[in-house]
């Protein structure tokens, strides 16, 4: 549930930094914009909350709707703007202008997924998965060139776009979806792999079909690569994740005989997640597990229950 906008965040149309905003876009002025975002204090740094970032994108969409070649202005100024805050509100609006521009919306897209904020890559991330979802098949074949770019953050954003586009009452595109995201399971970096076993899949794609991405889990979870593991068994210890332990037990059983480090410590967390909605169960497989030879240590870095 997205939470309401307080007032003293984004002022009124009468006062306050929205206030500011409209004049702005009154005289077309996008540097003006720009100076009233950043005129606030977002985590003690000039820059604006995202409910302020919001209501100016949903304004500036709908005031720029029939007017492509201003819009287009707009979107080169904020895309453009050396405040990150500029660069953010230019991804919302970004979303509106593909039907007219999808070249160069996918091509502006790229670049602040790549850009040095990190704020400005996740709105990207956010945007990528609109492009993805809106046109699927045409943005699924762009990422699946953005996933083997030397570009850790275009990487990343490939995982991001999935979940985004990751949607309840379009469950058939989950297979395809895996198999975009399957190249990535083997990436190294841990600012692409974060968000893509535990976030991605775990609490993404297995909310959205369980059934075809317990499928691949499982089938996954017999690859020789570490990182590939890794990330089978992180995706149990999302909260989405921790719900499917009945069929992620057997699953963690395999990568609990490991040698490897990384893959005890994932299986031990996701252990660890779904003890507690499985109390019982998961601690009678984490004693029995102690009992094991090939287990025994990952038994040990699940630990016994905290005591309550």
């Known amino acids: 549930m997205t939470p309401i906008p307080r007032t003293e965040e984004i002022g009124t149309v009468e006062e306050g930094p929205l206030a500011a905003v409209l004049a702005a876009l009154a005289r077309d002025d996008p540097s003006g914009v720009v100076a009233a975002l950043d005129g606030q204090l977002h985590h003690g740094r000039p820059g604006s909350p995202a409910a302020l970032r919001q209501q100016v994108g949903e304004r500036l969409a709908t005031a720029l709707a029939e007017q ?52 400005v890559r996740e709105a ?27 570009s850790e953050n275009l990487r990343r954003a ?36 974060r968000n893509l076993g535990p976030s991605t899949i775990g609490d993404a794609l297995l909310r959205v079909d369980p059934k075809e991405t317990l499928k691949a889990l499982k ?16 995706a149990f210890s999302s909260a989405i994740g921790s719900f499917h332990w009945p069929a992620a037990k057997s ?9 490897e480090p990384l893959v005890r410590n994932a299986v ?41």
């Open 68 to 119: 492509s070649g201003r819009a287009a202005r707009w979107i080169d100024a904020l895309a453009t703007s050396p405040s990150p805050t500029a660069r953010q509100v230019a991804c919302l609006l970004l979303a509106s202008r593909y039907p007219e521009d999808p070249v160069g919306v996918l091509r502006t897209a790229e670049l602040l997924a790549d850009d040095p904020h990190w704020e």
């Open 219 to 234: 089938e996954w979870s017999r690859d020789r690569d570490q990182t590939v593991r890794w990330n089978v068994a992180m």
């Open 251 to 259: 699953i963690l059983e395999r990568l609990a005989k490991g040698p």
């Open 124 to 150: 990207a991330g956010g945007l990528l998965g609109s492009l993805l979802d809106r046109d699927f098949d045409r943005i699924r074949g762009r990422l699946e060139v953005l996933r083997h770019t030397k």
């Open 268 to 308: 031990a967390k996701a252990m660890r997640r779904s003890r507690q909605r499985y109390t019982e169960e998961v601690e009678e497989t984490r004693l029995r597990w102690r009992k094991d030879d090939e287990r025994a240590a990952t038994a040990e870095l699940v630990g016994p229950p905290k005591k309550r």
């Open 158 to 193: 490939v995982v991001l776009a999935v979940k985004y586009a990751a949607r309840r009452d379009k469950p058939e595109r989950v297979a395809d979806l895996l198999r975009l995201l399957e190249p990535l399971l083997r990436d190294p970096e841990p600012y692409v792999r």
